[in-house]
């Protein structure tokens, strides 16, 4: 298992969330506020899938030329990950709509117990980026920072300045600016990588939670 194949599997959990209704679910518009941004590109106009049904979203969305445009991962390494994560269990197909599908209730517990050693990292050197962990709006009203110092991923479009937090994977600043869902499930991630015991447990809970598709 890499890396990228946590991010991926947790844009498949997002994307599967977005095929409510948007009547029945607003939780992808409100994993950050509506006037929040912490880079100078605007998000993506991506209202389209405002006027499609599950169908037409579901053929859109989860072929592997799209998983590329969405994450940035490579479509060859898109491929790779998600017969990757089929072989391991992680992953399987939909039986009635033929799409793939995280196990969440697996990577939950790959991610619950073995985030901060598999995927261990260390805050580096003060850099640019766009805020991680408790700095990212899912966590920063729940957490306050004990120094002045907060977690970033390093970007150079970024608004804030912290220490610098390794992502997943190198195209994480690429993804998180087209879906707000999955930038609060990898800094909720990251919160379980760096924070501290209380941090983590926060983390751990809330990811539990907003894993579960609808």
Request: net charge positive; hydrophobic share 40%.
């Amino acid at each position: 298992m890499k890396s990228q194949d946590v991010v991926l599997m947790l844009k498949l959990i997002s994307l599967q969330k977005q095929e409510v209704p948007r009547s029945s679910f607003d939780g992808v518009r409100n994993a950050w506020p509506v006037d929040w941004c912490d880079w100078d590109e605007e998000l993506e106009n991506r209202g389209f899938l405002d006027s499609v049904n599950a169908e037409q979203f579901r053929a859109a969305v989860y072929t592997a030329r799209s998983l590329e445009l969405e994450t940035g991962i490579s479509k060859t390494q898109v491929n790779e990950s998600l017969k990757r994560c089929i072989d391991i269990g992680l992953v399987k197909k939909d039986r009635k709509y033929g799409v793939p599908r995280c196990n969440y209730v697996a990577l939950e517990e790959v991610l619950i117990s073995g985030a901060k050693y598999f995927f261990h990292v260390k805050p580096g050197t003060l850099v640019r980026g766009i805020g991680t962990a408790f700095a990212a709006p899912v966590l920063h009203e729940m957490l306050i920072s004990a120094g002045d110092l907060i977690p970033v991923w390093p970007d150079a479009s970024g608004h804030s300045k912290g220490l610098a937090i390794e992502p997943l994977h190198k195209s994480v600043t690429f993804a998180v600016r087209k879906d707000p869902e999955l930038y609060a499930l990898l800094a909720l991630v990251d919160a379980i990588r760096v924070g501290q015991p209380r941090e983590a447990n926060l983390a751990k809970d809330m990811l539990k939670k907003r894993m579960r598709p609808l």
